[in-house]
């Protein structure tokens, strides 16, 4: 005779799979990063997070600000004479890890380089084919 609880072990194991294994990868076109045709595109990591200057949004719930930072170059995708200590800012609510890697697209602004998007190298980011 079977028991009630020697068959809803294996069934309620079986309906929990799917959840476990539901985790997929990021989609190739979430890990396209395009970019602009002067744009730098480089693998490093920030070395350092400096000053954080909020911006002032009503709009705004969580809040963000312009960040200094120094990204260590390793690899440099697009772009040429970039020096290995590259500082810069972005635009953001937190700090960027100091920790990973990240593929950086960088642009030429008033204010130095500013970071235009940046995608843990992790979910193994990728270039479009051609330059906006």
């Known amino acids: ?11 309620l194991a079986a309906l929990m799979m799917p959840a476990c294994v539901s985790n997929s990868p990021v989609s190739v076109e979430d890990r396209t990063l395009r970019y602009g045709c002067n744009d730098l595109v480089v693998v490093g990591r920030i070395i350092e997070n400096g000053a954080y ?8 719930l969580i809040g963000h600000a312009w960040v200094s930072a120094r990204i260590k170059v390793k690899k440099v995708l697009k772009g040429a004479d970039i020096p290995a200590v590259l500082p810069v800012r972005y635009f953001a609510h ?6 990973r890697d990240f593929m950086f697209v960088i642009r030429s ?3 130095g380089y500013e970071i235009e998007t ?3 190298m992790s979910v193994h980011p990728r270039l479009a084919a051609r330059c906006d």
């Open 94 to 99: 937190v700090h960027m890890r100091e920790d």
């Open 53 to 60: 200057e909020p911006v002032q949004d009503d709009d705004d």
């Open 1 to 11: 005779m079977v028991s009630m609880k020697s068959v809803a072990v294996p069934i």
């Open 109 to 111: 602004a008033e204010k």
């Open 118 to 120: 940046g995608q843990l």
